[in-house]
């Protein structure tokens, strides 16, 4: 169990530094995504599982398809 944990909060890290390096935007909101997930996991693991869910989808779903449907009107790209 410790060693799963430990495991997703490396990966949340690195998917939350990777965020910053990205140039293409939608990528940076898929990793956003992904810590958003990460974090319902660990929630769940904590066994908290009404935050999970509700991180689950506000933080993944939700916030993810306005982040999406606002490149798909701007630049994809940052400059």
């Not at 998917?15 to 929630?43: E, K």
């Not at 769940?44 to 606002?70: N, Q, R, W, Y």
């Amino acid at each position: 169990m410790i060693l799963v944990v430990t495991f997703l909060i490396i990966t949340m890290l690195v998917a939350a530094v990777s965020v910053y390096f990205f140039h293409d935007l939608l990528s940076a909101v898929i990793a956003s995504c992904m810590v958003s997930l990460i974090a319902a996991a660990l929630f769940f693991f904590l066994h908290a599982p009404d935050v999970a869910m509700a991180e689950a989808s506000i933080g993944a779903a939700l916030v993810t398809a306005v982040f999406v449907i606002a490149i798909r009107r701007t630049k994809r790209y940052e400059e």
